[in-house]
């Protein structure tokens, strides 16, 4: 092997020495072999932090130990949140609830990055999503073997067409060596409670492993009274030979989430406006009287809902082959499929929003105004006499897709090039259904299974195909050198079709959904870097990379054409604008020393320089928020100019002896606007320019320190984050704060022949101060309002793991 150290930074920060690469792979920078065998051991329970060096970006992993240690079935996304660049936040502890997710990495929000589980891509990541699924429903927390972030560009490789701003990349743990079966219980706060059962096969045949595994999670949430969790399924097959690896997955998913709607923020209402905003579900008594006394109107844009919800069912299914031509030629490829159906689902009163206007479209015959008494009275009459009306985003995705890779060594060169195809076809219908007053509806079923639609918005049905290529060459030049260069090629062909439009005036400043097709491409997006051994404790990498992110292509989704006004409005984006593009360019050190100075023991870390061009932004101007989130309604979409990135990413682990270690990463983003843009008629200057990037912090700081002692291990997690504007003009803003979180944990000793193997107990407790802050933004003004959620509360949560 060469002399090189192999390392990145993991969760509690500590760093390890690779020691299971094949030689082969040593020297090649972000080929996936390497990859495959560097994590072997942590698949198969050995080391729990691995780390590598060889890479021309800044590249940091953690493994699913340290995963599970933060919170036992957490988000794969959400631990992600100790490491540097990185701010993610949710109104739940654990990260699933997708209705709340914030993501940012460098400044870049969770759209613009790519996200793959095992090399499949899962799409963008938008709550109504219409080309993939999350993380956390492509596989049960307890079964990722470890989680990659690519924070400045990601692989050329990877397929997504969303990755401006890097890659996550989740890896399933591969079937144990050995037969046995675990059983994880969670018990904790608002009656939450987890339950997750794996059974290993262990090798069996020739090369022949397998694991099957389920897990149930159900919980209250913690301000409204709403359970939130659902079923998965895991299952993985695995051959090994001489010849070839063989692998074979499938996951189910089926999710329903409760969800709590945002508080909207003013400078009016700013010290009068709740914490939070739950609904009134199961109380429909309570529900009738708040809507009878009429003190929703008093409560203004934060009105509450009777309730609101998000369902997900999902499979997902992939087979992969690794054939070794020989020593030095692998040819990979990897068939996959993907269906999901999901409803959204909002129940709320029949007045508010702008609701009444968009009936009176398809309920005609009243007299005068649509929001006179006797109007609302006959509009509640026909929604079931609650005077409450249930709407719903009803979702389809179908997708199949082949990835295929050559990797091939000549010499000093390591040669990698290959291809991703992807058929997408969705649909989205935005429908309203009675509430009634006698049998009202509950947030745990779909109101489409019972009843018929009163009216049905829009229906869209939209087929996509994506084709990627790439190549690349990692040479060796020197013993301590090595240079990185390649590029890829992205071409999208995307149509929609609307068998439901509109009635002309019903849908917010819009004629007609287009249809007809949009293609865009991108033939040459270059990637070169270097990777300098300095010594055989510390590497300086470079990189510079372009990137795309094609238009999204959902009628239900902010930023994309198919979303837009009239037939016009789409032929005028057509000709004049651009997906956005981002060059990123990435200037870093690593070391890994052991040390001799008293108690400190050995240190690790890695420093990165890193600068953004971000060009052609895309911005939906809605003409009103809350119109336009509630009945629906086309925004412009327009290039709004570009933004200019600089940043600083510092982390390091100071170990004191095998037992002690503190970990901390300081991480510096300062991301602005470069233009100010213009809108309606009168074209008036909205002044962006030289503002920051709303959301994104510029400073956070992430602090996780570890002890073990004979069977038991202690973390405490602080994680400070910084001052986010809320406003494209940076008029509002959301205070700084810290947080800590804590774990202990403890290993059992288990007597010589006894049927149990492993039996771990373990306590945490996050939000130990009770903090009360703004968790997630969601900003779509330019100044003026913004909405923010609530960070959840302390909660307590034990774990009893048991291994057969």
Request: aromatic share 10%; charged share 15%.
């Amino acid at each position: 092997m060469h002399r090189s150290v192999k390392f990145l930074l993991a969760s509690t920060m500590s760093l390890a020495v690779v020691s299971a690469m094949p030689a082969w792979a040593a020297n090649a920078p972000d080929l996936a072999p390497e990859a495959e065998a560097a994590y072997a051991a942590a698949d198969q329970g050995g080391n729990d932090i691995i780390v590598t060096g060889r890479s021309t970006r800044s590249v940091t992993q953690m493994t699913g130990v340290e995963i599970q240690k933060i919170l036992p079935g957490i988000s794969p996304l959400k631990a992600l949140q100790t490491l540097p660049g990185v701010t993610f936040l949710t109104a739940d502890p654990w990260g699933n609830n997708e209705q709340n997710i914030s993501l940012y990495v460098h400044g870049f929000n969770a759209q613009q990055l790519g996200y793959t589980l095992d090399g499949i891509p899962l799409g963008d990541q938008s709550y109504g999503n219409y080309n993939g699924l999350s993380p956390q429903r492509a596989i049960i927390s307890e079964n990722v073997g470890r989680v990659t972030l690519a924070s400045g560009a990601g692989d050329l490789g990877t397929a997504s067409t969303s990755n401006l701003g890097g890659t996550i990349d989740t890896f399933s743990s591969d079937p144990k060596e050995d037969m046995g079966a675990t059983i994880a219980q969670t018990i904790g706060s608002y009656s939450s409670f987890r339950t997750f059962v794996r059974v290993d096969s262990g090798t069996f045949g020739n090369g022949n492993s397998l694991y099957l595994s389920g897990a149930r999670q159900d919980g209250r949430a913690w301000d409204f009274n709403g359970k939130q969790g659902g079923y998965q399924a895991n299952g993985k097959f695995v051959h090994d030979d001489a010849t070839g690896r063989l692998t074979i997955y499938g996951a189910y998913s089926d999710k329903t989430e409760p969800n709590e709607d945002a508080t909207v923020i003013t400078p009016a209402n700013r010290a009068t406006a709740p914490y939070a905003r739950p609904f009134l579900y199961p109380d429909f008594a309570a529900a009738q009287a708040y809507l009878n006394s009429g003190a929703y109107k008093a409560d203004g844009s934060n009105y509450r809902n009777y309730y609101s919800d998000a369902q997900r069912t999902d499979y997902l299914g992939y087979i992969k082959y690794d054939w070794k031509i020989s020593d030095k030629i692998t040819f990979s490829n990897q068939g996959y499929y993907h269906h999901n159906d999901g409803v959204g689902v909002v129940a709320g009163p029949i007045d508010v929003a702008g609701l009444p206007g968009l009936f009176s479209f398809y309920f005609p015959g009243g007299t005068g105004a649509a929001t006179t008494p006797a109007n609302l009275a006959r509009l509640s009459t026909i929604f079931g006499g609650s005077g409450l009306a249930t709407r719903t985003t009803e979702y389809r995705i179908d997708r199949e897709g082949l990835i295929s890779t050559v990797q091939a060594e000549l010499g000093k060169h390591k040669i990698e090039f290959g291809g991703w195809y992807e058929h997408q076809s969705s649909s989205a219908f935005r429908r309203w259904y009675a509430l009634d007053v006698n049998n009202p509806s509950t947030p745990y079923q779909r109101p489409g299974d019972t009843l018929t639609p009163l009216i049905t918005q829009y229906g869209s049905e939209i087929r996509v195909n994506e084709i990627q290529t790439h190549i690349q060459d990692s040479w060796h030049v020197l013993p301590t050198l090595t240079i990185l260069a390649g590029f890829k090629s992205t071409f999208q062909k995307a149509s929609q079709q609307v068998p439901v439009q509109p009635i002309p005036g019903s849908f917010a400043n819009s004629t007609a959904l287009p249809v007809g097709k949009i293609n865009t491409d991108k033939a040459f997006l270059p990637q070169v870097g270097a990777l300098w051994d300095v010594t055989g404790s510390e590497q300086i990498f470079v990189n510079a990379q372009q990137n795309i992110r094609q238009f999204p292509t959902s009628a239900a989704a902010g930023l994309s054409p198919f979303a837009l006004g009239s037939q016009q409005v789409f032929e005028d984006f057509k000709n004049t604008v651009k997906p956005e593009t981002s060059w990123t360019y990435e200037i870093g050190a690593r070391s890994q020393r052991s040390l001799n100075f008293g108690p400190i023991t050995g240190f690790e870390g890695q420093i990165s320089y890193y600068h953004v061009d971000f060009s052609n932004r895309l911005l939906a101007i809605s003409p009103t928020t809350v119109i336009t989130s509630i009945i629906s309604g086309a925004a412009i979409l327009q290039n709004v100019g570009s933004v200019k990135t600089d940043g600083v990413d510092l982390a390091g682990t100071l170990r004191f002896g095998p037992h002690f270690s503190i970990y901390n990463a300081v991480s510096y983003n300062n991301s602005k606007f470069q233009d100010s843009y213009t809108v309606g008629i009168a074209q008036t200057v909205v002044p962006t320019a030289g503002k920051q990037v709303p959301g994104s912090p510029k400073w956070t700081n992430k602090t996780v320190v570890s002890a073990n002692y004979g069977i038991f291990d202690g973390q405490l997690v602080g994680d400070y984050l910084g001052k986010r504007f809320a406003t494209f003009t940076n008029d509002l803003s959301v205070p700084g704060y810290f947080t800590l979180a804590a774990r202990i944990g403890a290993t059992i000793p288990m007597s010589e022949g006894s049927h149990i193997k492993r039996l771990n107990v373990s306590v945490n407790v996050t939000n130990i101060t009770d903090k009360k802050a703004a968790s997630t933004l969601s900003i779509g003004a330019a100044s003026g309002t913004f909405n923010e959620f609530p960070l959840a509360p302390r909660q307590v949560f034990g774990t009893i793991s048991v291994g057969f």
